[in-house]
């Protein structure tokens, strides 16, 4: 099984569209703060020594399933799909609190870049071995 990180997020009035559903591009946002919470956890928040902090968001996707209706709270899972040399693919699903079955998932793509060029750069063997337990399986 691929090891998640998982984090609780309120809904609220304000995160609603005028038919009482989540809006839309409120995932993403719970998404990124998931995304935040796994730097965190990692150690990684604060990465500002390392060279692997310099990456661009290369690619977000979403699929809506079934809608949050109102307000209340959600799960929001993350883990890593794939490692690439400078691409680093994150899958997320967001979950009602009490049941395992997907409202939304997702993924997003994010690219290491020099940050003098802003082009592509591969990853450190550091941040490698710190993402190494959480990458995906193979069978």
């Known amino acids: 099984m ?6 609780i997020h309120g809904v609220y009035f304000d995160d609603l569209d005028p038919y009482g559903i989540l809006h839309n591009a409120r995932y993403l946002l719970l998404f990124e ?16 020594d390392s060279p692997d902090r310099f990456h661009f968001v290369r690619a977000n996707a979403v699929d809506y399933l079934r809608p949050v209706r109102g307000t209340g709270s959600v799960r929001v899972r993350v883990w890593i799909q794939q490692l690439g040399r400078s691409s680093l693919t994150f899958g997320f699903k967001l979950m009602r609190m ?3 079955s997907e409202l939304a998932t997702g993924s997003r793509v994010v ?3 020099d940050p003098d060029t802003w082009r592509p750069t591969p990853w450190t063997e550091a941040f490698r ?11």
């Open 111 to 113: 690219v290491r870049v």
């Open 2 to 7: 691929t090891r998640f990180h998982e984090q």
């Open 33 to 48: 703060r998931t995304l935040g919470s796994f730097w965190a956890h990692m150690g990684l928040q604060g990465f500002q």
């Open 98 to 100: 009490d049941e395992d």
């Open 129 to 139: 071995e710190v993402l190494t337990p959480w990458l995906p399986e193979v069978a």
